[in-house]
């Protein structure tokens, strides 16, 4: 067991410590800008009208990606349904709209396969894995992906 001081705060008898990977250990910034780009790609591709709404909706602004848009924070259902929205509201049929977002969502995660060439570690991030290993025997890493391949709720 070890203590961990973390913001100030003391945290006493530490037998576990659980770590988020996506942007916590892992850069993901530069692979969910290229993945909502992908995505938006093909909706246009197969609905005019549509990359510069999905854009928007994925929380794409003309400074780049916001750290609070859906593409960030939603989980893999929310985005589905809001590239079905975007696409729904440009004249495509709402049930139309689902399914072409979920099987361009299948395509763009095919594109910017393997996730992990495109999220390498922060920096500093090893350093510190290899001492806390050494501190304490249990490290979780948290990530909502099903497999170690990208299977999303990330974006």
């Given at each position: ?134 501190a304490i025997q249990k490290i979780i ?8 391949s990208h299977d999303q709720n990330?974006?």
């Amino acid at each position: 067991m070890v203590t961990v001081l973390c913001n100030g705060q003391r945290f006493l008898n530490i037998e576990a410590i659980f770590l988020d990977k996506d942007g916590t250990l892992a850069d993901v910034a530069a692979y969910l800008s290229r993945w909502g780009h992908s995505q938006a790609q093909l909706m246009q591709a197969r609905l005019p009208g549509t990359q510069e709404p999905v854009l928007r909706t994925l929380g794409f602004t003309a400074e780049g990606l916001t750290a609070s848009g859906l593409l960030a924070v939603g989980n893999r259902q929310e985005t589905i349904m809001g590239i079905a929205a975007a696409a729904a509201m440009v004249g495509c049929p709402w049930m139309q709209a689902v399914d072409l977002a979920r099987a361009t969502t299948r395509i763009a995660d095919r594109q910017c396969s393997p996730k992990a060439t495109y999220t390498p570690l922060l920096p500093g991030v090893l350093d510190f894995l290899v001492r806390l290993r050494q501190a304490i025997q249990k490290i979780i890493k948290v990530t909502d992906e099903a497999t170690g391949s990208h299977d999303q709720n990330d974006p």
